[in-house]
Structure formats: C-alpha cells, structure tokens
C-alpha cells in the first residue's frame, strides 16, 4: 500500500512537472527570440521530457504492478483516451524539441525567428494538457467501464 501511494505521489508531481514546463514554454515563446531564450525553452522542453518519461515509468507501474488490477484501466474508455491525449501530445513536443535543439547555440544575443507551427504546437500541447486530468477524474469517480 505505501509503495501505490509513494508511485502515485511521484506521479502526480511529475504531472505537475510536466505542466509547469509546457506553460514555461506557453508563457517564453515568441515569434521572434534572443538566443539565450531558446537555449532556456531548450532546458525546460528537456524537463519536460524527462517528466514525459517519468509519467510513462510510473504509469505503467501503477498500471502493471501496484494500482489498481489492470483490468480496471484496461477495460476503461476514458483511460484509453486519457492515453491517446498523452500520446499526441508527446507527438506534437517532437517539433519544438527539435527546433529548439537546432537553434540552441551560437551567440546568446542573436535573434531566432520561431515558426508560427512551431508557435502553435505549444499552444495545442497546453490545450490538450487541461483534458487529461479530466478523464483522471471522471476514472476515479467510476466514469467509463465498459461493459464486458
């Protein structure tokens, strides 16, 4: 029982983690940035996938090992969309990640011109983040079994 409640708390603080790195983002990104800003949206979009994988890791413990029996997700149509909204997600992070990654050196005061995609997969990232708790929620409460 303390091992679920441990692997749920770190859970929950890598969720946040994530959240507060995508509103970083969210709040620093602009059509046109010094270098040094792109080199900070570089750490934290790297924050942001190292929760991304801490989410994964203890996602599936509480799913394969110390949750609830894996049934209760498995057979769960919110959980399943709660995967899928994660999942795009982390698909839509790969354009940033790599833009950032090729634009992160070379002198600090230069300017970067940030493409409007670019722009706007952050903006769908934080939009998409605000569903997943909710379909966390509506679980918790008993919403989404599917009958078998």
Known sequence: ??????????HFISILTMSFAIAGEAWLIRPRLQRRTVQQLFVLDGVYGLSALAIVGVGLLLW???GK?????????LFHLKLGLFTALGLLSIFPTVFFFKNRKGEETDWVEIPARIRLMIRLELALLFFIPLCATLMARGFGQMSG
Not at 69 to 77: G, K, L, Q, V
């Open 1 to 10: 029982m303390i091992a679920e409640a441990f692997a749920r708390y770190f």
């Open 64 to 66: 394969f090992g110390v």
């Open 69 to 77: 029996p894996a049934e209760y997700y498995t057979s769960n149509w």
